[in-house]
């Protein structure tokens, strides 16, 4: 049996089986490990499948918008429907406070690349026809984002990775590392060792547990949030909304319809739900409700199939951990993505493998200071 590997990946979610494809189609030999019985089995199942660029940070553009090209060309490159479609993304401003934020952000984001642009109430009333005019100063619109099904993607990468010759190792867990000489020489699980060249932290919500292994500690602590689906019903949405005003209780919270006519939504607690309790809540859906009817009145009358929750495996800035861990020569993460791995995890696979093989080019480097586990962690993502 196979022992030795180019990379051994810790955690089969949106990060780490992205990152097994690329290995494996660059004729590396990589090792996915996770305790879990299947790929996406952690927060990944959990996301909505909104996939966006539109943040306010140069990294997290880049690294999006190359997701958005794969996840767009993903049917004809590898033949499976991950039910793609690029609906956008929409931030309406109800106040002249927001108005005036995401209009200077906007700014910023056209300077980074960003396709975005302002609407005023009856260009946004178009493209979603059911929005409360009342108080509406206009809208940003990113028409290039969109939203997948999480499952159909992680189930038809982890697919591709094994046609390339990745390996999955399900239902075990790492419980150590054996180092010598400021490298892991070995990856411990409850059932066998094997011999990493790198090795990769991605373990979402477990990454700060997997890194101590290593002695290195990294500021990587999950919160709660919640979500919820509706029947399918006609379409009648354009882009996925996002509401930034903040209430009693949640800090924004958004939804959009996705291209089998469910009606996806989330909330971001306020104050955050620390921890990793996954068991749902009665209080989240009347307090989503209430927000998603004042925003679209027309919701009204839909039917929710149910609810959920998960968890981010949150940084303080806001910003993922990728890169190189100074104190072991072959440790690498890819952690912290605030819950955004579903749309991050293609576009930073690519990233991940330059980095680890040395095969960057100055413009990655660029893109990776976002990312640096080295940095001071006082910048703030806007769009969290």
């Given at each position: 049996m196979k022992k030795n590997y180019d990379l051994i990946v810790i955690g089969s979610g949106s990060v780490g089986v992205p990152v097994a494809l690329e290995f494996a189609k660059m004729g590396q030999s990589v090792l996915v490990i996770d305790s879990l019985p299947s790929p996406g089995q952690g927060q990944d199942k959990k996301a909505i499948g909104g996939i966006r660029a539109t943040h306010s940070d140069k990294g997290k553009i880049a690294v999006s918008q190359r997701s958005i090209e794969i996840f767009s060309h993903w049917k004809e490159t590898y033949g499976h429907d991950i039910q793609w479609q690029?609906?956008?993304?929409?931030?309406?401003?109800?106040?002249?406070?927001?108005?005036?934020?995401?209009?200077?952000?906007?700014?910023?984001?056209?300077?980074?690349?960003?396709?975005?642009?302002?609407?005023?109430?009856?260009?946004?009333?178009?493209?979603?026809?059911?929005?409360?005019?009342?108080?509406?100063?206009?809208?940003?619109?990113?028409?290039?984002?969109?939203?997948?099904?999480?499952?159909?993607?992680?189930?038809?990468?982890?697919?591709?990775?094994?046609?390339?010759?990745?390996?999955?190792?399900?239902?075990?867990?790492?419980?150590?590392?054996?180092?010598?000489?400021?490298?892991?020489?070995?990856?411990?699980?409850?059932?066998?060792?094997?011999?990493?060249?790198?090795?990769?932290?991605?373990?979402?919500?477990?990454?700060?547990?997997?890194?101590?292994?290593?002695?290195?500690?990294?500021?990587?602590?999950?919160?709660?949030?919640?979500?919820?689906?509706?029947?399918?019903?006609?379409?009648?949405?354009?882009?996925?909304?996002?509401?930034?005003?903040?209430?009693?209780?949640?800090?924004?919270?958004?939804?959009?319809?996705?291209?089998?006519?469910?009606?996806?939504?989330?909330?971001?607690?306020?104050?955050?739900?620390?921890?990793?309790?996954?068991?749902?809540?009665?209080?989240?859906?009347?307090?989503?409700?209430?927000?998603?009817?004042k925003v679209m009145p027309m919701l009204a009358n839909l039917k929710v199939r149910r609810t959920w929750r998960g968890q981010y495996p949150n940084t303080p800035d806001g910003f993922p951990i990728v890169g190189k861990m100074r104190e072991l020569d072959n440790f690498y993460q890819a952690v912290g993505m605030c819950g955004q791995g579903f749309m991050l995890g293609p576009g930073l696979s690519e990233l991940v493998y330059k980095l680890i093989t040395e095969s960057y080019t100055p413009n990655d480097l660029e893109v990776s200071k976002s990312f640096d586990p080295y940095r001071d962690f006082k910048g703030k993502e806007i769009f969290n």
């Open positions: 690029s609906n956008g993304y929409s931030y309406p401003a109800y106040t002249e406070e927001d108005e005036t934020l995401l209009k200077d952000l906007m700014k910023i984001q056209q300077s980074d690349g960003l396709n975005i642009h302002w609407l005023s109430p009856e260009e946004y009333r178009e493209i979603n026809p059911g929005i409360n005019m009342q108080g509406l100063r206009g809208s940003t619109y990113s028409p290039e984002d969109g939203s997948a099904s999480p499952l159909l993607f992680i189930n038809s990468c982890q697919f591709k990775a094994v046609d390339y010759g990745a390996e999955f190792k399900f239902n075990e867990k790492v419980i150590g590392f054996q180092i010598e000489n400021k490298k892991i020489t070995s990856v411990k699980t409850n059932r066998d060792t094997y011999h990493p060249v790198s090795v990769l932290n991605a373990a979402g919500v477990y990454a700060k547990e997997v890194s101590l292994m290593a002695g290195i500690d990294i500021p990587v602590d999950p919160d709660s949030h919640e979500a919820g689906i509706s029947e399918p019903v006609k379409p009648f949405m354009g882009p996925m909304v996002v509401d930034i005003r903040k209430e009693p209780g949640s800090k924004n919270f958004y939804f959009y319809q996705n291209s089998i006519g469910h009606v996806v939504f989330c909330l971001t607690p306020d104050p955050p739900i620390l921890g990793i309790n996954s068991r749902a809540t009665s209080t989240f859906l009347p307090m989503i409700s209430r927000r998603m009817v």
